[in-house]
């Protein structure tokens, strides 16, 4: 099966189990052109490289157009919306212009440039659900060599902590190595941070982490 496939499959079966996700998707698709963003899309390619069966824990959308009223939702810390569908789906879901690195003007905001907008490279992908092609910049080759390498460095000072320990969990999650630069980055943030300071950091984005599991996962960098 080709990756495009596969993805395309794995989407469709989420929809399947949780009803309320296609109505959602067709009240933004009424909005403008939808994709599926990052973690999901990266974990669909992990799966499809590497023979595995990660399961997703979330669902990031971006919508080239308006959010719909009455779909705003509580907002995340990157400046998108998030909503909670089934028992245990978490969507994200931007505007395109109001994703991070749009709003901060480092790119024009075009769908062809989102995957530039990514802190790591494996999250550099999309996939479009109108015609189910997946867009890229690097993160099949990442993906496909196990690395959690740097894409995007012009915000890395939006919550530095938490960016070291995204690059850690990942890490750790799919079994990758990191690049040189991001372990020097992630031992920075993690030595130059009184425990406690970091711990905070992370929770205030993850408020269900103990400090114990944070430690297991970040300890090995002091």
């Not at 995957?115 to 015609?131: H, I, K, M, R």
Request: glycine share 8%; with cysteine.
């Amino acid at each position: 099966m080709s990756l495009e496939r596969q993805i395309k499959r794995d989407i469709d079966d989420i929809v399947r189990k949780i009803p309320q996700l296609a109505d959602f998707l067709s009240q933004l698709g009424r909005q403008g052109r939808v994709v599926v963003f990052g973690g999901f899309v990266r974990d669909c390619i992990h799966n499809h490289f590497h023979g595995q069966s990660i399961s997703p824990r979330d669902l990031d959308l971006v919508i080239d157009g308006t959010i719909p009223p009455g779909e705003e939702g509580p907002k995340n810390n990157f400046g998108g919306r998030r909503r909670l569908l089934g028992r245990e789906l978490k969507i994200d879901f931007w505007e395109l212009r109001s994703t991070y690195a749009f709003s901060k003007g480092l790119f024009t905001p075009t769908l062809a440039n989102l995957p530039l907008t990514t802190v790591y490279g494996v999250n550099a992908c999309f996939f479009a659900l109108d015609d189910a092609r997946l867009v890229e910049s690097g993160a099949v080759d990442d993906i496909a060599k196990r690395v959690i390498s740097f894409n995007c460095t012009d915000y890395l000072e939006k919550f530095p902590q938490y960016q070291a320990f995204r690059g850690i969990e990942l890490a750790h999650r799919l079994g990758y190595g990191l690049h040189e630069r991001v372990l020097n980055f992630a031992k920075s943030q993690i030595r130059e941070s009184p425990r406690e300071v970091f711990v905070r950091a992370i929770q205030d984005h993850r408020p269900n982490m103990t400090a114990e599991e944070i430690g297991r996962l970040c300890d090995p960098y002091r």
